[in-house]
C-alpha cells in the first residue's frame, strides 16, 4: 500500500474553522500549518493553498501537487518560483450551489428594485415600484464553466430567458450560446450580465466602459445591470462607477474588487443601486476543500490520473 505522504495546509481562513475541519481530515498523514512558526515542511508532497505565503516553494520544496482552497487559481498562476507540479481546482457541490444561489439572489433583488425599496424604507416612503416578470428579462453570462452552467440552470428555473458567452463555444441544452468572436452580439441581448470568469490575460479589465456601453437599453429594467462574482481584476472600478453615475448602468451586485478588501474611499459603497458583497458569494466549506483534496491525493498514491487540473496555458 503507498505511503501517505505529509500535506501542508496554507489557508488564509479562520484557523478555528480549519482545526474543525481537520478533526475528521486527512486520517493516517501528517498535517503541517504553515502558519506555525518552525514548523519543518521539507517532506511535505502536498498543499492545500489560499493565498499562500511567498516562502511556502522554500519551505516545502517537494511538493508534487497544490490543491487551490478556492474556485480561482490566478493567484497561484502569479507565485514567485511556482514548481512545475500540477494544480487542483476545487470543485465541488457544494462550492457550485453556493455561487448559484448568490448569483440569483442578485438578478432577483434588481428584478425586485431590492434597492430601490430598501432606500425608500430608509426614507419612511410608501411607494409602489415597477416591477416585470423574470420572463422579460434577459440575463447574459460570462463564464461557462461548472458555476457558469450551475448558475444558467438555477436563473432559467426561476424564470429569467438566459444566454451565454464564452471564449470557446459551448453547448448547453435549451440556452443559445455565444463565442469569443459573438460578445457584440450577446451583449446587444442582455439586460442583466453576470461575470463569472476566470482571471486571465485575455479577460482582465474585460468589463469596461466599452463593454457596458454595448448592453441593452430600455429593457424591462430600462437599464442593464451588471453581477460579477468572478474575478475582481475583470472589472475597471472607475468605468464601473462612471457608468453607475451617468446612466450606462443601472444597478449592479459586486463580490469581487481590484483591491480587496475594497477601500473605505471607494464611491461604491455610496451608491443606493449597488449592492456589496465581501468576496462571500461561494465562499469555500473547509470540510468539503479537504474531502476533495484527500480524494485526489488517494487518487494520485494509487496511480490514478488528477481531476480538475489547472490548464496553465488557458489560466484555468
Known amino acids: 500500500m503507498p ?18 475541519a481537520l478533526a475528521s481530515a486527512f486520517t493516517g498523514r501528517t498535517v503541517l500549518h504553515a502558519s506555525d512558526p518552525g514548523v519543518d515542511m521539507s517532506e511535505a508532497r502536498y498543499a492545500v493553498i489560499w493565498k499562500p505565503d511567498p516562502d511556502l516553494f522554500q519551505r516545502a520544496p517537494k511538493l508534487e501537487v497544490l490543491f487551490s482552497g478556492g474556485a480561482g487559481v490566478d493567484y497561484i498562476l502569479t507565485m514567485p518560483g511556482l514548481p512545475d507540479i500540477p494544480i487542483v481546482r476545487f470543485v465541488d457541490e457544494s462550492l457550485t450551489t453556493r455561487m448559484s444561489e448568490w448569483v440569483v439572489l442578485q438578478a432577483l433583488s434588481h428584478l425586485r428594485q431590492v434597492p430601490a425599496y430598501l432606500g425608500q424604507q430608509r426614507e419612511r416612503q410608501w411607494r409602489e415600484l415597477s416591477q416585470p416578470e423574470a420572463k ?13 452552467q450551475d448558475a444558467v ?3 432559467k428555473i426561476m424564470g429569467f430567458d438566459v ?49 457596458f456601453a454595448k448592453l441593452r437599453q430600455g429593457g424591462a429594467l430600462g437599464k442593464p445591470v451588471f453581477i460579477n462574482a468572478g474575478r475582481g481584476g475583470s472589472q475597471v472600478e472607475s468605468d464601473l462607477v462612471a457608468a453607475l453615475g451617468n ?3 443601472g444597478g449592479a451586485s459586486l463580490d469581487v474588487f481590484e483591491k480587496e478588501p475594497l477601500g473605505a474611499d471607494s464611491p461604491l459603497w455610496t451608491k443606493d443601486n449597488v449592492i456589496i458583497t465581501p468576496h462571500a458569494a461561494s465562499a469555500s466549506d473547509v470540510r468539503a476543500l479537504f474531502r476533495n483534496a484527500e480524494t485526489q491525493m488517494e487518487r494520485y498514491e494509487a496511480g490514478d490520473p488528477l481531476q480538475h487540473v489547472v490548464d496553465r496555458r488557458a489560466g484555468y
Open 153 to 155: 440552470r438555477k436563473l
Open 3 to 20: 505511503a501517505k505522504h505529509p500535506v501542508v495546509v496554507d489557508l488564509k481562513f479562520e484557523r478555528r474553522e480549519i482545526d474543525a
Open 247 to 249: 446612466g450606462i448602468l
Open 136 to 148: 422579460d428579462l434577459t440575463v447574459g453570462v460570462m463564464g461557462l464553466g461548472v458555476l457558469g
Open 163 to 211: 444566454i451565454g458567452w464564452s471564449r470557446g463555444k459551448k453547448a448547453i441544452e435549451g440556452v443559445e450560446t455565444f463565442d469569443g468572436g459573438e460578445l457584440d452580439a450577446f451583449l446587444a441581448r442582455t439586460d442583466i450580465l453576470v461575470g463569472l470568469l476566470p482571471l486571465t490575460p485575455e479577460t482582465r479589465g474585460i468589463f469596461n466602459a466599452s463593454l
